[in-house]
C-alpha cells in the first residue's frame, strides 16, 4: 500500500484559515489501512479542527466525505455536484488522491492533510516500512525477494557496504540491513553461490530519472 | 604480472616490493597548504597519497583538485571517488578530468552515506555501486569505452583499486565479497584499519584458499591511534570497525601523556606481524590528521626506504 502520515494539525491551520466552508476529504483505500487519511482520520481532524476556529471564534463549516479512492475518475465524480458549496478541499488521500482532486476540480483549492511517504507494508499496528520505490524494471528475482533498492540506504545492488554491522545498517540500528537479508534468504534457499553474480548497471530511466512516467496497456484500453 | 598503466605504485607491486600509501584528507575551505603541507611531510615514505573524496559526508574541497595539487609537486596520488555524490556523467568525466592530469591511481567507493556529514538533508546518488564503479574504470581504460558505448579519445590509464573491509558483516561472504571485485575488474585492494588481527588473518587465510591473493594486491590498512578515547570511538561509533578489548585496555592502561606512543607501538606490531601474513603484498597507513606520524610509523616498521625510480 502507499503508506502516509498525518501532517501536524498546525500545517492544516494555516493552510484553511480565511475560508468558510471546508470539505475534508478521505480515502478509504492506504490511507485507511494506515490510519492516516481514512473515515475515521476525517472525522479526528474535523473535530479538531472544529474545536480550534470555536476557540479562535473564528465561524468555519466542515463536512466530512471519504471516497472509496481518490485515484479515479469514478468516485471523484461522486462529489461533482456539492464541490460549488466549498471553498476549500482538504484531501486525506495520499499525493496521488490529492493532485487527481487538483486536476478534476480546477477552480477549487485543494491541500493535503498528509505527508505520503512511501510503499511499504504493516509491520505491526502503528508501525509500517518500505518495501518499493516503484523503479519499473523489478530485480527481485536476483536479490533472493528482498529489494535493495527500496531497503539499502545506499541503494548497493552489489552490498553490503563496509558499513553492515550485526545486521544493521550504518545509517540506523533500528534499520535492517537489507544486505544482509538477502545473503540470508539466499542461504535459506540454497543460492548462497548466487552473491558472486554481479548486478549490471541498472537502467534508472524507467525509474524517477527518466521523468513522469505513465503505463499504456493497449490490450486492456476502451 | 606485467603492469597496465604508468602507475608507480602498480610498477612497486608488481616487481614484489612491499608498497606503501597514506592518505590525506582535504581541507574544510580552498587553502591548497593545507594538503601539500601534509603531502610534504609524508612523501618520501609512501608510494602513492589517497585523496579522500569527502570523506564521512562532510563538504570539502574535491578529490580531484586535491590531486591535480600533488600532481603539480611531483607526487603520485590515489583519486578516491565515492558513487554517493556523482552520476555516471559527473563519475566518467572526473576519471577524464584526472587523467588529463596523468592521475593513474583510482580507488572507488560507495561513500559513507550522507546522513553522517555536514549535509544529511541533501540527495543522493548511487546511480553506480562501488563493484559497477570498477567496472566503469576497467571498460573506460581497456576497450576506450564510455558506459554509453561510444569511444574515448585518450582513455584514462589507471591502475584500479577498492577497499574491503573484512570485519564489517556478514563475515562469511567478506571473501566472496573480495572475489566479486576481483571478477569486476578491481587491481588493488585497500582494507579498513586493522585491529583485530586473528580475524583479518581467517579473512587472508580464506582468500589465499580460494588463490585470491594472486589476483589482487592487498593493501593491509592501518591507523593509528591517538587516545584510549578514539580506541574506544572507533569501537563503538564507527560502523565496521572491529577493535577488540584488550587493545582498548592496552590503550587506556597508559597514562594519557603515553598514550599516542603506545598508538603507534600498536600500529607498528600490527605492520610487523602481517608482513609475515602471507597475500599482503604492502601496507596503507591512515593517520588520521596526524600525518607527521607517518615517517615514523613507516621506519619502524622496517618499510623505509621507500624504492627507487623502477
Not at chain 1, 59 to 82: F, G
Not at chain 1, 170 to 191: G, P, T, Y
Not at chain 2, 135 to 148: I, P, S
Request: hydrophobic letters at 35%; one cysteine or more.
Amino acid at each position: 500500500m502507499i503508506v502516509a502520515d498525518k501532517k501536524p494539525i498546525e500545517e492544516i491551520i494555516d493552510m484553511v484559515k480565511g475560508y468558510r466552508k471546508i470539505l475534508i476529504l478521505g480515502c478509504n483505500e492506504c490511507v485507511t489501512v494506515c490510519e492516516a487519511g481514512g473515515k475515521k482520520e476525517v472525522a479526528v481532524l474535523a473535530s479538531a479542527l472544529r474545536m480550534y476556529f470555536m476557540n479562535e471564534g473564528t465561524k468555519i463549516e466542515m463536512d466530512e466525505i471519504t471516497l472509496e479512492r481518490q485515484c479515479d475518475h469514478e468516485y471523484l465524480e461522486e462529489i461533482r455536484n456539492s464541490m460549488d458549496q466549498y471553498d476549500a478541499v482538504v484531501s486525506l488521500a495520499c499525493g496521488v488522491g490529492v493532485q487527481f482532486m487538483a486536476e478534476k476540480y480546477f477552480g477549487s483549492p485543494i491541500y493535503p492533510g498528509v505527508n505520503t511517504c512511501f510503499m511499504g507494508v504493516t509491520e505491526e499496528r502503528g508501525v509500517w516500512s518500505e518495501r518499493c520505490q516503484g523503479c519499473g524494471q523489478c530485480i527481485l528475482d536476483r536479490t533472493a525477494g528482498i529489494c535493495p533498492i527500496s531497503r539499502c540506504a545506499k541503494r548497493l545492488l552489489n552490498g553490503p557496504c563496509g558499513g553492515s554491522t550485526k545486521g544493521k545498517c550504518e545509517i540506523s540500528k533500528d534499520l535492517d540491513c537489507a544486505w544482509q537479508i538477502i545473503i540470508d534468504r539466499l542461504k535459506e534457499l540454497d543460492r548462497l553461490d548466487d552473491y558472486e553474480e554481479i548486478a549490471p548497471i541498472k537502467d534508472w530511466s524507467t525509474e524517477r530519472a527518466g521523468g513522469p512516467r505513465k503505463v499504456v496497456r493497449e490490450d486492456v484500453r476502451q | 604480472m606485467s603492469t597496465k598503466t604508468p602507475s608507480r605504485l602498480e610498477k612497486i607491486l608488481d616487481s614484489g616490493q612491499l608498497a606503501v600509501t597514506s592518505e590525506c584528507g582535504p581541507p574544510r575551505g580552498s587553502d591548497p597548504e593545507a594538503i601539500t603541507k601534509k603531502a610534504e611531510i609524508i612523501k618520501d615514505h609512501v608510494d602513492a597519497i589517497n585523496i579522500t573524496d569527502n570523506q564521512t559526508s562532510v563538504t570539502r574541497l574535491s578529490s580531484l583538485a586535491a590531486c591535480i595539487h600533488l600532481k603539480l609537486m611531483g607526487i603520485e596520488s590515489t583519486l578516491q571517488m565515492v558513487v554517493r555524490d556523482r552520476n555516471r556523467i559527473a563519475l566518467q568525466s572526473d576519471i577524464l578530468g584526472a587523467a588529463s592530469f596523468d592521475i593513474h591511481n583510482i580507488l572507488c567507493l560507495s561513500g559513507d552515506h550522507q546522513m553522517f556529514g555536514d549535509s544529511p538533508q541533501g540527495q543522493n546518488v548511487f546511480d553506480l555501486d562501488s563493484m559497477q564503479l570498477i567496472q566503469t574504470v576497467r571498460l573506460m581504460r581497456d576497450e576506450g569505452k564510455f558506459l554509453g558505448g561510444d569511444d574515448i579519445k585518450r582513455p584514462p590509464k589507471m591502475f584500479v583499486g577498492a577497499a574491503a573491509n573484512p570485519f564489517a558483516d556478514p563475515f562469511e561472504i567478506r571473501v566472496p565479497r573480495l572475489a566479486k571485485k576481483i571478477a569486476a575488474g578491481v587491481e588493488f585492494i585497500q582494507t579498513q584499519c586493522i585491529y583485530n588481527l586473528d580475524k583479518f588473518e581467517l579473512w587472508m587465510k580464506e582468500a589465499r584458499d580460494r588463490g585470491l591473493h594472486e589476483k589482487v594486491y592487498i593493501l593491509a590498512g592501518v591507523t593509528p591511534f591517538k587516545s584510549a578515547g578514539m580506541a574506544k570511538y572507533m569501537k563503538n561509533r564507527v560502523p565496521g570497525m572491529d577493535v577488540p578489548d584488550e587493545v582498548v585496555k592496552r590503550m587506556a592502561g597508559v597514562p594519557k601523556e603515553n598514550q599516542p606512543e603506545e598508538g603507534i607501538d600498536i600500529c607498528v606490531e600490527t605492520i610487523q606481524r602481517l608482513k609475515e601474513c602471507e597475500g599482503v603484498r604492502g601496507f596503507h597507513v591512515m593517520a588520521i590528521e596526524w600525518e607527521e606520524k607517518v615517517p615514523e610509523i613507516v621506519e619502524r616498521g622496517g618499510l623505509y626506504p621507500r624504492p627507487e625510480d623502477l
